[in-house]
């Protein structure tokens, strides 16, 4: 079992990443309306990885004995001008969801709850990768500027990406 303390810390982070999902979706369909398809995938991958996100810690808190429970999900922001200031917005993003896991993984240690402590190991790897991809591409969209050609390369690169599921989601 785990205790409601982690229980309802673990479900305040399933409406985070849910959150997060609806922001990546947010941002996909501001691309998409803007005639840039490749930035739209990238975005939409992203808010199928979310996805994924919330449903492993779904799975952790039933695998626990414990009960999820479904929260309003507040509304997010629904214009980027440019590619560069949501990637800017996604980083932000991210570092803040990086604090809320730190946060989560005191609070088990506090608890001395480790099983809890050993499932957020994933996502504290996993937000060190989520910030340095963000990391790179801001960088990239910083260095081509206002360049039509480099934005529509870049957005041919971001269109390439494919979802993959993360193992973490069978165990
Ligand atoms: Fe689920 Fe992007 O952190």
Redesign the pocket.
């Known amino acids: 079992m785990i205790s409601e303390k982690i229980q309802d810390a673990l479900n305040e982070q399933i409406n985070a ?1 849910l959150w ?1 999902a609806y922001l990546y979706l947010s941002m996909a369909m501001n691309f998409e309306a803007a005639g840039r398809p490749g930035i739209a995938n990238w975005f939409k991958i992203q808010f199928q ?2 996805q994924a ?1 919330a449903q492993i810690f779904i799975n952790y808190v039933n695998q626990r004995g414990g009960r999820v429970v479904l929260k309003a999900i507040d509304a997010v922001p629904t214009e980027w001008a440019t590619p560069l200031e949501a990637f800017e917005a996604t980083l932000a993003h ?1 570092t803040k ?1 990086t604090a809320l896991i730190n946060a989560l993984y005191s609070l088990a240690e506090q608890e001395s709850d480790y099983a809890t402590r050993d499932r957020l190991n994933w996502f504290v790897s ?2 060190v990768e ?1 910030e340095d991809n963000c990391r790179q591409l801001i960088d990239k969209f910083r260095l081509i500027g206002d360049n039509g050609m480099g934005i529509y390369m870049l957005d041919q690169e971001l269109g390439a990406r494919t979802y993959v599921a993360p193992a973490a989601l069978a165990e």
């Open positions: 990443e997060s990885e979310e996100h991210e969801v996993e937000q989520e």
